[in-house]
């Protein structure tokens, strides 16, 4: 016969019906819906507290938190609740993060070992990553990897708004791994690391970034490459407004990047060596002028629109 358990939830506790408690570690929790990061535990109570603080978890998992949580969930490392464990909590919010300091405890109690979690916008669990940036070396006054320098020497390869961020060595390692004092990194600035920031004269290590973006940045369906002017003149003119004229309905509205080579040898316009401009809101320019050469080599256009 099968007997139908009832299950109450009384002070954190977990009893059936005939009143046998369940052991908690025999209880399985039922992940949540929406979007959540994985189980983070940076810290434990042996000093002043349990210190799971937002900005210590970037610096050591860079990238695997998004920019603005929309929610934040503890447990000690046995599964309860905070309300179970009955600690004192110092902060527990998406904007510090989690922490319980021993000082607040009663009768002279420590705190439990916590591992936080935060909840994230949806986008951020359907990953979608740019390629790896390799902008600068920490040669001069550190490795700067800025989203301002990337987009003008990447442009279109980058969303608008990133949601993550991620860094490593040119070796694999992270940046908890390599040990570096990192002055920025994150999804406003992009990263920086500075050989002042570093002890006894050490120099930054050399790094590469990438970030993570909404979905439908990776969703990009390319259009056919256009080819409106030559350099004869005053320079190349493949600008969007011209090119929308003479091709009417081939180009969506809202262009997500821009890919510009040259029409003999294809190469990839950041790769000429040539002044420009290109971005998908107003295409490609290349004037003449701007030239060392003086004269701008000829260049094909193509936009990523959004996959309808």
Request: with cysteine.
């Given at each position: ?23 908690v570690p025999?209880l ?7 979007c ?8 434990d ?7 799971e ?9 860079p990238?695997k938190?998004c ?5 934040v ?15 004192v909590i110092y902060v527990?919010?998406?904007t ?18 916590y ?7 949806p ?9 790896w ?9 550190g ?21 993550g ?15 570096d ?15 002042q920031?570093?002890?006894?004269n ?12 909404p979905?439908?940045?990776c969703?990009v369906?390319w259009t056919?490459?256009?080819?409106r002017?030559?350099?004869?003149g ?14 009417p ?5 809202h ?11 294809l190469?990839?316009?950041?790769s000429?060596?040539?002044?420009f401009i290109?971005n ?24 990523g629109c959004?996959?309808n």
């Open positions: 016969m099968i007997q139908l358990l009832s299950v109450a939830i009384v002070a954190g506790l977990f009893f059936e019906s005939n009143q046998q408690p369940a052991r025999d399985v929790f039922l992940p949540q819906p929406g959540w990061t994985k189980w983070f535990d940076r810290d109570p042996s000093g002043t507290g349990d210190w603080t937002l900005s210590d978890l970037r610096k050591e998992y990238g938190i920019s603005k949580p929309v929610g969930e503890a447990r000690t490392l046995s599964g309860l609740t905070v309300a179970a464990a009955g600690d527990s919010d998406t510090t993060g989690f922490v319980c300091r021993n000082q607040d405890q009663p009768r002279n109690k420590m705190c439990n070992d591992r936080v979690r935060f909840s994230c916008p986008a951020f669990c359907k990953e979608c990553w740019t390629d940036f390799d902008r600068d070396d920490p040669s001069g006054t490795d700067w990897e800025t989203l301002s320098d990337l987009r003008k020497e990447y442009p279109g390869k980058i969303c608008s708004k990133p949601v961020v991620e860094t490593r060595t040119l070796s694999g390692l992270t940046v908890a791994a390599a040990g004092v990192i002055y920025v990194s994150d999804t406003t600035t992009g990263f920086v690391c500075r050989n920031d570093q002890p006894r050490k120099m930054c290590n050399d790094y590469r970034v990438r970030f993570s973006c979905p439908c940045f969703k369906c056919k490459w256009y080819n002017d030559a350099p004869s005053t320079g190349d003119w493949e600008n969007l407004i011209n090119l929308r004229t003479e091709n309905g081939q180009i969506c509205d262009p997500l990047s821009i890919e510009a080579v040259t029409t003999d040898t190469t990839p316009a950041i000429t060596g040539q002044t290109s998908p809101t107003d295409g490609f320019v290349c004037r003449n002028t701007d030239q060392k050469s003086g004269a701008c080599r000829d260049y094909k256009v193509r936009f959004p996959c």
